[in-house]
């Protein structure tokens, strides 16, 4: 069961998923102290298949790493899981187009503190509320 967040919402489960172990302990540390359940992944492959035993709200992966890209992973997690929102995460810059069309936003790691949260919030909410629905 996920979470309650700071506000007293759940704020939901996310699966975090990037080689560099750094990375992904200050994901969890950040994420978790916001009231997110943080699962974390250090290969594409543990990545997916964590996704296919939890429930997860939103994807967050890195584009560089061995094996798998996070290209590699967004293709499969669009078969496993279609409705996840994915966020794509990379220190570079040049991204190719066709993987970028693949997640529902990008976010350059020189950017992660001040962006990801609003990124994962909005994503929920799509989610919630796609832009067809009309309460």
Do not use: H
Not at 36 to 45: E, I, K, N
Not at 62 to 90: C, H, K, T, W
Not at 99 to 128: E, G, M, T, Y
Request: charged share 20%; aromatic share 6%.
């Amino acid at each position: 069961m996920p979470l309650l967040g700071p506000s007293g919402t759940s704020s939901g489960v996310l699966l975090c998923i990037d080689d560099d172990e750094d990375v992904l302990e200050c994901e969890r540390s950040f994420l978790e102290s916001f009231g997110y359940t943080v699962l974390t992944a250090s290969s594409g492959g543990k990545g997916l298949e964590l996704a296919s035993m939890y429930p997860v709200d939103v994807v967050v992966v890195d584009y560089f790493m061995p094996d798998m890209n996070g290209q590699d992973v967004a293709i499969e997690m669009r078969r496993l899981n279609p409705e996840a929102p994915i966020i794509m995460l990379s220190g570079a810059v040049e991204i190719p187009k066709q993987a970028l069309k693949l997640v529902d936003a990008f976010i350059a790691k020189d950017r992660l503190a001040s962006q990801l949260l609003p990124a994962i919030a909005q994503l929920q909410r799509c989610k919630r509320n796609p832009p067809w629905y009309d309460a």
